[in-house]
């Protein structure tokens, strides 16, 4: 298996790469339907599961179609990067993680961040609680467990902020995207999504006692609450596009149908778990129901409003992304990114034409209902 460092320099200069294609524009531009909405594309960075549910429902209850679009929504995929799908005009907008998409930039896709939805950070170090693993002091000696392809730069942080040498004070084990060697006590302290791998635990059996594990048999570092989470999912769109006043209009109604989405996915998380479903997602249906729940975790209450880039929390995904070394002594960025990175812009005048239909954007009074995860996720 290649180095991670490897990877992610493969995935920049795919970026890179693209630009050659890059045209200014997509095949979808000038198509329209026969009821004259115009086509759009969305690019993934991962296949259709709960991750996603809001830009599913903005599909499923019409709310893209209010704003004159037909949205298509594109699997992402382990060989898939969808920030290079997007700067090659392959797809109109992308959802993906802050500190990637910037890595990307950095080697040249021109992409801007149009709405930041994920306001919190969901990636977790989990331990069995006999571990005595509390905090990433503890975790010294032990056998860490990471994907690498750029998601490990938290946990690199962490152990950095609480004076361990990444690669002298623990054994860095490359882990694949489950939980299994964890299980099987081959990892001390495994990587794991709140609304994915973290819930794969809950819904395996314990062999010690025939019952599915709980919250109670683990131990969770969550780098929130250490002060090095960086953000994630975010929409992304074309730069060079966005001076095209067409596409700059569709952009927000575009952000406007996907927030209206997540704000119906916040308050109908049956609906949502069943739709995600339906789109042909491989997890049962307990397990979209506990993702869809996460992910409204990590999105709500947004007190700016939904999609508003929180400048202090940009602001240490960028110091993360620029200061903290991997195993190799990598870092994600090597400068600042520049002004278009980021813009409030188009989220900002979606955000008003929801809040003229009288969608709640804010989330202030957002209580999770609980879930009961079932064995295997079905």
């Given at each position: ?330 870092t994600v960025l090597t400068k600042d990114p520049d002004a278009t990175a980021y813009t409030g812009d188009y989220v900002t005048k979606a955000l008003d034409l929801l ?24």
């Amino acid at each position: 298996m290649r180095s991670t460092t490897t990877r992610l320099k493969a995935c920049v200069v795919a970026a890179t790469l693209a630009l050659a294609a890059l045209t200014g524009c997509s095949a979808s531009d000038s198509d329209t339907t026969a009821d004259g909405l115009a086509k759009v594309k969305l690019q993934l960075q991962w296949f259709k599961q709960g991750q996603f549910a809001g830009y599913l429902a903005a599909v499923s209850q019409g709310f893209y179609r209010e704003q004159g679009l037909e949205v298509e929504i594109l699997d992402g995929g382990t060989d898939i990067v969808p920030q290079t799908v997007l700067a090659q005009g392959q797809a109109d907008y992308a959802i993906a993680w802050v500190p990637k998409a910037l890595a990307s930039r950095e080697a040249g896709a021109g992409i801007t961040n149009v709405a930041q939805i994920f306001q919190r950070s969901g990636t977790k170090q989990v331990s069995f609680k006999s571990a005595g693993i509390s905090g990433p002091a503890q975790l010294r000696g032990k056998k860490v467990g990471n994907w690498g392809y750029g998601n490990e730069f938290e946990l690199f942080a962490g152990m950095t902020q609480a004076g361990l040498n990444p690669a002298e004070d623990v054994t860095l084990v490359q882990q694949q995207f489950d939980m299994n060697a964890f299980l099987s006590r081959d990892i001390d302290a495994a990587q794991a999504m709140s609304y994915n791998e973290y819930a794969q635990l809950l819904e395996t059996k314990n062999p010690a006692t025939g019952k599915l594990y709980t919250a109670d048999d683990f131990t969770t570092i969550d780098w929130n609450d250490q002060g090095v989470a960086m953000l994630q999912d975010a929409i992304w769109a074309n730069t060079e596009k966005l001076q095209d006043s067409a596409y700059a209009d569709r952009t927000v109604k575009f952000i406007a149908a996907s927030l209206k989405g997540w704000a119906f996915c916040r308050d109908n998380v049956a609906a949502c778990r069943d739709l995600t479903v339906s789109a042909g997602s491989t997890l049962g249906a307990s397990h979209q129901e506990w993702q869809i729940t996460e992910v409204n975790k990590l999105i709500w209450p947004s007190p700016n409003g939904i999609g508003v880039v929180d400048k202090t929390a940009w602001d240490r995904t960028v110091s993360i992304a620029k200061t903290t070394r991997n195993q190799e002594g990598a870092t994600v960025l090597t400068k600042d990114p520049d002004a278009t990175a980021y813009t409030g812009d188009y989220v900002t005048k979606a955000l008003d034409l929801l809040r003229s239909q009288g969608v709640d954007v804010v989330g202030a009074g957002y209580s999770p209902q609980p879930v009961t995860l079932a064995e295997g996720g079905k």
